[in-house]
C-alpha cells in the first residue's frame, strides 16, 4: 500500500534577485531559530559553533549562502530569481514513529534522497544547495475532539540555486511550474516511503497510513459540522423568514397568504406558550432584554400568577380595577383570591360595619343605614331593590348596578 499523500508535505517558493534582504532575513532565521519562539544555540560549552547548515555546494552560514544565491542567480529575465526554497516536513505521527536518536539522521537522509531525485525528474542536474534540519513545536491546535499527545515535529528547509551547472562554464535556468511540483510530491513521498519501511518494516507503515486515513476523516467530518452550523447560525430560521415576508407584505400593503399567517400566528402562541416575556412583548408590552423577570418577581413578592401571559395580565386588570374602586391593595406581597360567591354584607363588616347576623327586611333602621352609607361616600342608588336574602347577593350585579 502506497504512503498515504498527507504523510509528507513538500512546498516550493522562490524569491526574486531584487528580494535579497528578504533572503537573507530567512536565512537568519533558519540558522538562528527553530521556530518563532524558540532561538538556537550557535556555541557549544566548549565554545566551538554549532553546525546548523549541511552544505552541498551553497555554503556553511547565511552569509555565504547569500552571496553564493546572487552569484547563481538567473540573468536577462525581466525579475530574475534569486533563489528557490523547499519545506520538507513529515507528518508528525509518522515522525515520531521514529526512535527519537534517529530522528535527525533520518531527516537529512529524506531531504537529500528528495533533493536528488527531483532534479533527476526534471533531467537536470542537481543545483547547489543547503538545509537545515528544524525540530519545532506544533503551533496549530486540532480540534477539541481529536487526541493530540506529541507537540514537536521535525522538518527541514532547503535552499536552492536559482540556476543549474550548464555546459562549460555556463548556468542554466530551470522552471518550477505544477509538472514540476508534481514530481517533487511524488518524489517526496516515494522516498518517505521506501526510508520508513526500512526503519519500520511493512506493517507498521501500513497501520501508521491507517491511523492518519481515519484522522483526516475525522477532521473532514468536524470541519463539515462547524461549517455547517456556521452556515446553519448565519442563515435566518424558517419562523424567521415567515415574519421577513409578512413584513413585506405589510409594507407594500397587500394581503399575506393566508398559509403564511397561519404560520406566524402559530409560531407566536408556541413563543407564548414556552416564554411569558415573549409573550407579553406579543401582546405589545416594552419589556427591555436587559430588564429583570418581571413575572417572577412578582411570584416571589407573593402573586398568584399563571404560565399564561394573558391569564397575568388579566390579574393584573382586575387589582389596579380594585384599586381605582378604593380598595387599599399594596403593592407587595399580595395575593389575589377570587371568589365565586362574594356576601356583600361580610364585606361591609369587614370595612367595619356592624350588621346582624339573621336576615335584614326592608325596614325603617335599613333605610337609615343606607343613608349613612351614602353619607361616607358609597354609591347607593336610590331605587335599589332591597331583597329580603342580602347575604345572597351577586358581586358582579352589584358593581354593575353601582356603575349604571
Given at each position: 500500500?502506497?504512503?498515504?499523500?498527507?504523510?509528507?508535505?513538500?512546498n516550493?517558493?522562490f524569491?526574486?534577485?531584487?528580494?535579497?534582504?528578504?533572503?537573507?532575513?530567512?536565512?537568519?532565521y533558519?540558522q538562528?531559530r527553530?521556530?518563532?519562539?524558540?532561538h538556537?544555540r550557535?556555541?557549544d560549552e566548549?565554545?566551538?559553533?554549532i553546525?546548523?547548515?549541511i552544505d552541498h555546494g551553497l555554503?556553511?552560514?547565511?552569509r555565504?549562502?547569500?552571496?553564493?544565491c546572487?552569484?547563481?542567480?538567473?540573468?536577462?529575465?525581466?525579475?530574475?530569481v534569486?533563489?528557490r526554497?523547499?519545506v520538507l516536513?513529515?507528518?508528525v505521527?509518522?515522525m515520531?514513529?521514529i526512535?527519537?536518536?534517529r530522528?535527525?539522521?533520518?531527516?537529512e537522509?529524506?531531504?537529500?534522497a528528495?533533493v536528488?531525485?527531483w532534479?533527476?525528474a526534471?533531467?537536470?542536474?542537481?543545483t547547489?544547495?543547503?538545509?537545515?534540519?528544524?525540530k519545532g513545536?506544533?503551533k496549530?491546535?486540532?480540534?477539541e475532539?481529536v487526541?493530540?499527545?506529541?507537540r514537536?515535529?521535525?522538518?527541514?528547509?532547503?535552499?536552492?540555486?536559482a540556476?543549474?551547472?550548464g555546459l562549460?562554464e555556463?548556468?542554466d535556468d530551470?522552471k518550477?511550474?505544477?509538472?514540476?511540483?508534481?514530481q517533487?510530491?511524488?518524489?517526496?513521498?516515494?522516498?518517505?516511503?521506501r526510508?520508513w519501511?526500512?526503519e519500520?518494516?511493512v506493517?507498521?507503515v501500513q497501520?501508521?497510513?491507517?491511523?492518519?486515513?481515519e484522522?483526516?476523516?475525522q477532521l473532514q467530518?468536524?470541519?463539515?459540522?462547524r461549517?455547517q452550523?456556521?452556515v446553519?447560525?448565519?442563515s435566518p430560521s424558517?419562523?424567521?423568514?415567515?415574519?421577513?415576508?409578512l413584513?413585506?407584505y405589510?409594507?407594500?400593503?397587500?394581503?399575506?397568504?393566508?398559509d403564511l399567517?397561519e404560520?406566524v400566528y402559530?409560531?407566536?402562541?408556541?413563543?407564548?406558550a414556552?416564554?411569558?416575556?415573549?409573550?407579553?412583548r406579543?401582546l405589545?408590552?416594552?419589556?427591555?432584554?436587559?430588564?429583570?423577570?418581571?413575572?417572577?418577581e412578582?411570584?416571589?413578592?407573593?402573586?398568584e400568577?399563571?404560565?399564561d401571559?394573558i391569564?397575568?395580565?388579566m390579574?393584573?386588570?382586575i387589582?389596579?380595577m380594585a384599586r381605582?374602586?378604593?380598595?387599599?391593595i399594596?403593592?407587595?406581597d399580595?395575593?389575589?383570591?377570587?371568589?365565586?360567591?362574594?356576601?356583600?354584607l361580610?364585606a361591609y363588616?369587614?370595612?367595619?360595619f356592624?350588621?346582624?347576623?339573621d336576615?335584614?327586611?326592608?325596614t325603617?333602621d335599613?333605610?337609615?343605614?343606607l343613608?349613612?352609607?351614602?353619607d361616607?361616600g358609597?354609591?347607593i342608588?336610590r331605587?335599589?331593590?332591597?331583597?329580603p336574602?342580602?347575604?345572597d347577593?351577586?358581586?358582579?350585579?352589584?358593581?354593575d348596578m353601582?356603575?349604571?
Amino acid at each position: 500500500m502506497a504512503i498515504n499523500k498527507r504523510a509528507m508535505v513538500a512546498n516550493q517558493k522562490f524569491i526574486y534577485k531584487k528580494e535579497g534582504e528578504h533572503l537573507s532575513g530567512k536565512l537568519k532565521y533558519f540558522q538562528h531559530r527553530n521556530d518563532r519562539d524558540t532561538h538556537v544555540r550557535q556555541i557549544d560549552e566548549y565554545g566551538n559553533p554549532i553546525r546548523r547548515w549541511i552544505d552541498h555546494g551553497l555554503g556553511s552560514n547565511h552569509r555565504a549562502i547569500a552571496q553564493n544565491c546572487t552569484a547563481l542567480a538567473t540573468t536577462g529575465l525581466t525579475n530574475d530569481v534569486g533563489a528557490r526554497t523547499l519545506v520538507l516536513s513529515p507528518q508528525v505521527e509518522f515522525m515520531q514513529a521514529i526512535p527519537v536518536e534517529r530522528r535527525d539522521e533520518i531527516m537529512e537522509e529524506l531531504t537529500e534522497a528528495t533533493v536528488d531525485k527531483w532534479f533527476e525528474a526534471m533531467n537536470l542536474p542537481t543545483t547547489e544547495y543547503a538545509y537545515v534540519v528544524h525540530k519545532g513545536e506544533v503551533k496549530n491546535e486540532r480540534p477539541e475532539e481529536v487526541k493530540q499527545e506529541h507537540r514537536e515535529f521535525v522538518h527541514s528547509h532547503v535552499v536552492l540555486a536559482a540556476t543549474v551547472p550548464g555546459l562549460m562554464e555556463d548556468r542554466d535556468d530551470y522552471k518550477v511550474y505544477k509538472e514540476q511540483l508534481e514530481q517533487l510530491h511524488q518524489v517526496s513521498a516515494e522516498e518517505m516511503e521506501r526510508i520508513w519501511t526500512r526503519e519500520l518494516g511493512v506493517e507498521r507503515v501500513q497501520e501508521l497510513n491507517q491511523d492518519l486515513e481515519e484522522l483526516i476523516e475525522q477532521l473532514q467530518a468536524i470541519d463539515e459540522a462547524r461549517e455547517q452550523a456556521a452556515v446553519e447560525l448565519a442563515s435566518p430560521s424558517e419562523p424567521e423568514l415567515d415574519e421577513l415576508m409578512l413584513e413585506l407584505y405589510q409594507s407594500i400593503e397587500m394581503t399575506p397568504p393566508q398559509d403564511l399567517l397561519e404560520r406566524v400566528y402559530d409560531t407566536r402562541e408556541e413563543e407564548v406558550a414556552l416564554d411569558p416575556v415573549a409573550g407579553l412583548r406579543a401582546l405589545g408590552f416594552e419589556i427591555a432584554d436587559d430588564e429583570i423577570d418581571y413575572l417572577q418577581e412578582m411570584r416571589e413578592l407573593g402573586f398568584e400568577i399563571a404560565d399564561d401571559p394573558i391569564e397575568q395580565d388579566m390579574n393584573e386588570d382586575i387589582l389596579q380595577m380594585a384599586r381605582d374602586l378604593g380598595f387599599d391593595i399594596p403593592e407587595d406581597d399580595v395575593e389575589l383570591i377570587v371568589e365565586q360567591n362574594f356576601d356583600l354584607l361580610d364585606a361591609y363588616r369587614d370595612l367595619g360595619f356592624v350588621f346582624p347576623e339573621d336576615n335584614v327586611s326592608q325596614t325603617q333602621d335599613m333605610d337609615t343605614i343606607l343613608q349613612d352609607l351614602a353619607d361616607l361616600g358609597f354609591d347607593i342608588p336610590r331605587d335599589f331593590d332591597i331583597e329580603p336574602a342580602m347575604d345572597d347577593a351577586d358581586l358582579d350585579t352589584d358593581i354593575d348596578m353601582t356603575m349604571d
